[in-house]
């Protein structure tokens, strides 16, 4: 009788790790469709799943490294109080998967685009336009990116932890 319970045992854990594992590639699935998609890019909901990720600001730097990203992420949201011209710069290292850099103005406008950046990218945002997001979309990327502001005076920067 206690091997019989044993063996039940087994199979249910067995099946449950099964289950679990299957409704996590579905998920990521699902994020990995996002890259390809504008509207959910846009959107002010993110979609995303990813693993083994950190995130880090200081005096309005930025930085973030994950494994395993799929989907849509704000990481700043930006508002000018002068209507000039502002430089945010970016160093990526992409490692494995595809990855977008995007800029998204208050009408749901993509005004700035990078797809696979490699290197120092630089991204000339008009400060009339605001507020603005930031968002790095992803395909089961591993990566790490830094950021930098020109120019802090007259610029709110929120980052997204």
Known sequence: M???RKIVLIIACGCMLIINLNGCGKINEEANKVYYNNDKIVSDEDTYYM???IKKSRNNNY????SNFSGSNTIARITFSSPKEYVMN???KIQEGELKLVVVDNEKNITFTSENPSGNVSCKIDGANGPYRVKL???NAKF???STFQD?????LDILE
């Open 90 to 92: 970016f160093s990526v």
């Open 137 to 139: 979309v992803g395909k």
């Open 152 to 156: 802090m005076e007259n610029v709110k």
């Open 144 to 146: 790490q990116i830094t």
């Open 63 to 66: 930085s973030f490294k994950a």
């Open 51 to 53: 693993s083994n990720s």
């Open 2 to 4: 206690k091997i019989y």
